[in-house]
T-cell receptor, first 110, second 117 residues
Framework: AQRVTQPEKLLSVFKGAPVELKCNYSYSGSPELFWYVQYSRQRLQLLLR??SRESIKGFTADLNKGETSFHLKKPFAQEEDSAMYYC????????????FGAGTRLFVKA | GAGVSQTPSNKVTEKGKYVELRCDPI?????LYWYRQSLGQGPEFLIY????????DSGLPNDRFFAVRPEGSVSTLKIQRTERGDSAVYLC???????????????FGAGTRLSVL
């Protein structure tokens, strides 16, 4: 069965510190992986996807198939990064069912 | 408006009643998803439409839940005989079809908060 695990419910760091939000997945096929973000009083929105190999707002994420991980990283956290972050996995065989993790709330302290 | 629109934004109903939740996707988006999000949890997949057909409805929890998308645009999630456990935020997302090689970027609505008393 497909599963996405985000082990930390809350992550608190100081401004300027590095941040890593962990995501592990379980899927027997070849997954499509995403990070979605929800800022306060805003809708859930895409942050980045592994297929694009891009950096958005200074965030990067590398798919590690050996460790089945897709951790989100940023070298220097900013206060405006405070938000709820969800890791998501989409299957790509037949339908495109998407499984979300439980989310990690990132709090960046001044 | 260019975004995904969900109505109503809030719905309060009594146990046993029937409710309908509506989703207007972004124009031209062929894929549409419904999710349910309970407090402290991530969105839980319910159903995925590609055009008018439900390509994957494996997330619908039981036969009280049903969704339609008759013309390949607007979708309605229908819940019969509501139970208190159905209380949650119901999210809709739409996506342009990018083929199997593309990662489906989903654009989310603001959600409908359903409260079953």
């Amino acid at each position: 069965a497909q599963r996405v695990t985000q082990p930390e419910k809350l992550l608190s760091v100081f401004k300027g510190a590095p941040v890593e939000l962990k995501c592990n997945y379980s899927y027997s096929g070849s997954p499509e992986l995403f990070w979605y973000v929800q800022y306060s009083r805003q809708r859930l929105q895409l942050l980045l996807r592994h297929i694009s190999r891009e950096s958005i707002k200074g965030f990067t994420a590398d798919l590690n198939k050996g460790e089945t991980s897709f951790h989100l990283k940023k070298p220097f956290a900013q206060e405006e990064d405070s938000a709820m972050y969800y890791c998501a996995l989409s299957t790509n065989t037949g339908g495109f069912k998407t499984i979300f993790g439980a989310g990690t709330r990132l709090f960046v302290k001044a | 408006g260019a975004g995904v629109s969900q109505t109503p934004s809030n719905k309060v109903t009594e146990k046993g009643k029937y409710v309908e939740l509506r989703c207007d996707p972004i124009s031209g988006h062929t894929a549409l998803y419904w999710y349910r999000q309970s407090l402290g949890q991530g969105p839980e997949f319910l159903i995925y439409f590609q055009g008018t057909g439900a390509a994957d409805d494996s997330g619908l929890p039981n036969d009280r839940f049903f969704a339609v998308r008759p013309e390949g645009s607007v979708s309605t999630l229908k819940i019969q005989r509501t139970e208190r456990g159905d209380s949650a935020v119901y999210l809709c997302a739409s996506s342009p079809y990018e083929g199997l090689a593309g990662g489906h970027i989903q654009y989310f609505g603001a959600g409908t908060r359903l409260s079953v008393l």
